[in-house]
């Protein structure tokens, strides 16, 4: 018998256990939704389970190349690097950017959460669309309602939609 | 993919361990729920247990146990949980696990503590008073215990 903390306790996960574990973070129910706001254009998804096609440009996480198949897909190692950041600026330029259920958007605090949204905004200064699920974000869910908690994250931002799902699942378009 | 039930996804979980030449894993926190509870313990379920089940006596009779296990590990309402635990605070033994992810409030409650993991304690001290209370929980939790499938908030009872 082995006790564990976590997955790092454990060696490599199986390619099988890696991708139910990425379809489990990527929820569809927020794709089908996304599909009928964003606007036509050139896109770029990063860690969002997206499929390339001539205007969509696709960006995952290295740990997960092995589960794709698709060529089309371009890998990084840090998701704010800020070569990353400007290969996609430069060479792209696209018209926004999709952030689906990113893992770099998960398991944070409100204000860490506002944080990233503005490095990426700032840098990128272009329309975001950034679907979060409340349940994994990190506050003190007896105490605020997470329509309190999802209003106040972009409350500074100039220019912001919110797009709600249910009472949990809701996509903000920033810019 | 369908979206999995809890029990199914920690089934699914015992399929991710196999590969790695590990007769059998478990995560410290269900470990100690396993411990905490004898074989001979008539133990209440409620909530996600059944993968208790496969070592514990745990059945759906309330007037045939004085143990008691709770697990938290889908959308819960505060007010439910309240109600919940209201309902078993009488019991012997009792073990209460929370993912607190999932639990949400529909109102702002200005008295309740900041700190979320003391504020869930605070919580349990009220209900269940002058009882023996062992709180586990892990601080700055992100994501890595895989916590939406096995809860990491956990209080023990007596």
Redesign the interface.
């Known amino acids: 018998?082995?006790?564990?903390?976590?997955?790092?306790d454990?060696?490599e996960?199986?390619i099988d256990?890696k991708k139910?574990i990425y379809?489990?973070i990527h929820d569809k129910n927020f794709t089908n939704k996304l599909e009928k706001i964003l606007p036509f254009g050139k896109s770029v998804w990063i860690d969002s389970a997206g499929i390339p096609d001539k205007n969509r440009y696709v960006f995952e996480n290295r740990k997960w190349k092995e589960i794709f198949e698709s060529k089309e897909i371009k890998y990084y190692k840090d998701f704010f690097s800020p070569t990353l950041m400007q290969s996609i600026k430069k060479y792209i330029n696209p018209d926004f950017i999709v952030l689906n259920n990113s893992?770099e958007f998960?398991?944070l605090t409100p204000h860490e959460l506002t944080t990233k949204i503005e490095i990426i905004s700032n840098y990128y200064q272009t329309k975001i669309f950034l679907s979060i699920n409340?349940?994994?974000?990190?506050?003190?869910?007896?105490?605020?309602?997470?329509s309190?908690i999802v209003e106040n994250i972009v409350i500074n931002f100039l220019k912001y939609t919110i797009h709600k799902i249910d009472?949990?699942k809701y996509i903000y378009e920033i810019n | 993919?369908a979206r999995l039930k809890s029990h199914d996804?920690r089934v699914?979980q015992q399929?991710?361990?196999k590969?790695?030449l590990?007769?059998?894993?478990?995560?410290?926190q269900d470990?100690r729920v396993f411990d905490f509870f004898s074989k001979q313990d008539i133990i209440l379920g409620i909530g996600h247990v059944d993968y208790f089940k496969k070592k514990l006596n745990i059945i759906n009779n309330k007037k045939k146990c004085n143990h008691c296990l709770v697990v938290i590990n889908e959308?819960t309402l505060?007010l439910d949980l309240i109600k919940i635990l209201e309902s078993i605070k009488n019991f012997k033994k009792i073990c209460i696990s929370i993912n607190?992810?999932?639990?949400?409030?529909?109102?702002?409650?200005?008295n309740?503590?900041?700190?979320?993991d003391e504020?869930?304690l605070d919580?349990i001290k009220k209900i269940f008073v002058k009882k023996k209370i062992k709180h586990f929980f892990v601080k700055n939790?992100?994501?890595?215990?895989?916590n939406?499938a096995s809860p990491t908030t956990q209080f023990f009872i007596k």
């Open positions: 018998m082995k006790i564990i903390e976590s997955y790092n454990l060696n996960l199986s256990a139910i379809s489990r893992e998960r398991y409340t349940v994994f974000l990190d506050f003190n869910k007896l105490k605020y309602p997470n309190l009472n949990f | 993919m996804w699914q399929d991710f361990f590969n790695h590990v007769k059998e894993v478990e995560f410290v470990q959308k505060d607190k992810f999932k639990l949400y409030t529909e109102s702002h409650r200005s309740i503590i900041e700190d979320y504020a869930i919580l939790l992100k994501g890595f215990n895989f939406f």
